[in-house]
């Protein structure tokens, strides 16, 4: 079946300017997350939604970025006025994660990436 | 905190030998642990995958990680490297509940003709 997709595979902004990148999940996923690779920090973890359950936002590296997930599968991480240390590819994944699962639902797929370069 | 070491940052191997790419985790309570792959310009792709019980695992593309909790290791193996084994391979631990991955810095392998 259908993987996790993103878009847009690459994004060239300017300083200051908003950007949106959009994650769709595999069909009947209930958890997805959204992590950063960057060459300074390796990958990091920015935010995981569950559900309707609140989102875990601990990984958010500050104020600027945002993300929501509508009706429990597309989800879209905006960042706002980018910075140049922003530049990065922006990795989104998903995982089952049923109430009645057991631990192998947490194994996470991960899409293809956006990469975001910041001039 | 919850961490992950890969004490190499690059290997090179000849193909056809075996090849062993070292991961330690820190992590207070039974970890679930990952090993990933990823092709230049790819996405990550899941290549095995430890929860519990065997802790020799066996995954995708004849690569194969034993859990070693005396010594909190998840070392990755393959017996014979085929030159589309290069990549970067990434370890990853589950954290809590909600599941999400913290991975090591990665190893690059380098396969020579």
């Known amino acids: 079946g259908a993987g996790v997709s993103q878009s847009p595979s690459n994004k060239v902004t300017e300083k200051g300017k908003d950007v949106e990148l959009r994650c769709d999940p595999i069909?009947?996923?209930?958890?997805l997350y959204w992590y950063r690779q960057s060459l300074g920090q390796g990958l990091e973890f920015l935010i995981y939604?569950?559900?309707?359950?609140?989102?875990?936002k601990s990984g958010l590296p500050s104020d600027r970025f945002s993300a929501e997930r509508t009706g429990g599968s597309v989800s879209t991480l905006t960042i706002q006025r980018t910075q140049q240390e922003d530049s990065a590819v922006y990795l989104c994944a998903s995982s089952l994660e049923s109430l009645a699962g057991g631990l192998g639902e947490k194994t996470q797929y991960f899409g293809p990436g956006t990469r975001l370069l910041v001039l | 905190a919850q961490s992950v070491t890969q004490p190499d940052i690059h290997i090179t191997v000849s193909e056809g030998a075996s090849l062993e790419l070292r991961c330690n985790y820190s992590?207070?309570?039974?970890?679930?642990l990952f090993w990933y792959v990823q092709s230049p310009g790819q996405g990550l792709q899941l290549l095995l995958k430890?929860?519990?019980?065997?802790?020799l695992v066996q995954g995708i593309k004849g690569f194969e990680a034993e859990f070693k909790r005396s010594q909190s290791s998840f070392n990755l193996r393959k017996p014979s490297v085929h030159w589309s084994d290069a990549a970067e391979y990434f370890c990853a631990v589950g954290a809590g509940n909600t599941g999400k991955l913290i991975f090591g810095q990665g190893t690059t392998l380098q396969v020579k003709p």
């Open positions: 069909s009947g996923h209930t958890a």
């Open positions: 430890y929860f519990s019980g065997d802790t």
């Open positions: 939604f569950q559900g309707n359950s609140a989102p875990d």
């Open positions: 992590y207070g309570a039974t970890p679930y």
